[in-house]
Antibody, heavy 120, light 111 residues
Framework: QITLKESGPTLVKPTQTLTLTCTFS??????????VGWIRQPPGKALECLAL???????RFSRSLENRLTLAKDTSKNQVVLTMTDMDPVDTATYYC????????????WGQGALVTVSS | QSALTQPASVSGSPGQSITISCTGT?????????VSWYQEHPGEAPKLIIY???NRPSGVSNRFSGSKSGNTASLTISGLQAEDEADYYC???????????FGSGTKVTVL
């Protein structure tokens, strides 16, 4: 059974850097065909895919946010860390991490989500 | 990469069938058979209900079905039930650089 859980601050100030950790079990990010994605959803709005990291270390970022995003994967700890710089109130959202099936490109397991509010 | 276009809302009575469209371009839906659909109940995480255009994960009701024609994908819910009331999002692979895009979301209301 695959499980994922997001952890990090619930409140950040404008211009600060957000660091979120996805801790997962039930799969290895070292296995071929596996990826972990970060997706966010502002209150009342649609899902937006932010970033992906794959078993081979390859990474993909949203074009509109790529200058603000970094990923770090720790295969031994079963964790993926997302860092987003220069936070703004418009970045207030629920942030999800999810397991990606690379051969098919779909997210088949999701974390519960972490609500992050950006406010001074 | 712009979001895929979905109707904001669709409604139906119990037992009826409804269809949600998801319109993209030849760079996403039209170019790949990697269309997926997600169901999201309020306060819960999204749940995969369709992948690869028309495949259901284990445990998902066969009342959910998917299809694709050209640049438009569709999700059909047959025998609508109260528990189907939720938000639905499509998603598609978009190629090597932009990689993935979600739809704008559709709220399904069971009358």
């Amino acid at each position: 059974q695959i499980t994922l859980k997001e952890s990090g601050p619930t409140l950040v100030k404008p211009t600060q850097t957000l660091t979120l950790t996805c801790t997962f079990s039930g799969f290895s990010l070292g296995s071929r065909g596996v990826g972990v994605g970060w997706i966010r959803q502002p209150p009342g709005k649609a899902l937006e895919c932010l970033a992906l990291v794959f078993w081979d270390g390859d990474e993909r970022f949203s074009r509109s946010l790529e200058n603000r995003l970094t990923l770090a994967k720790d295969t031994s700890k079963n964790q993926v860390v997302l860092t987003m710089t220069d936070m703004d109130p418009v970045d207030t959202a629920t942030y999800y991490c999810a397991h990606l099936q690379y051969f098919g490109w779909f997210f088949d397991s999701w974390g519960q989500g972490a609500l992050v509010t950006v406010s001074s | 990469q712009s979001a895929l276009t979905q109707p904001a809302s669709v409604s139906g009575s119990p037992g009826q069938s409804i269809t949600i469209s998801c319109t993209g371009t030849s760079s996403d839906i039209g170019g790949y058979n990697s269309v997926s659909w997600y169901q999201e109940h309020p306060g819960e995480a999204p749940k995969l209900i369709i992948y690869d255009v028309n495949n259901r994960p284990s445990g998902v009701s066969n009342r959910f079905s998917g299809s694709k024609s050209g640049n438009t994908a569709s999700l059909t819910i047959s025998g609508l039930q109260a528990e189907d009331e939720a938000d639905y999002y499509c998603g598609s692979y978009t190629g090597f650089t932009t990689f993935y895009v979600f739809g704008s979301g559709t709220k399904v209301t069971v009358l």
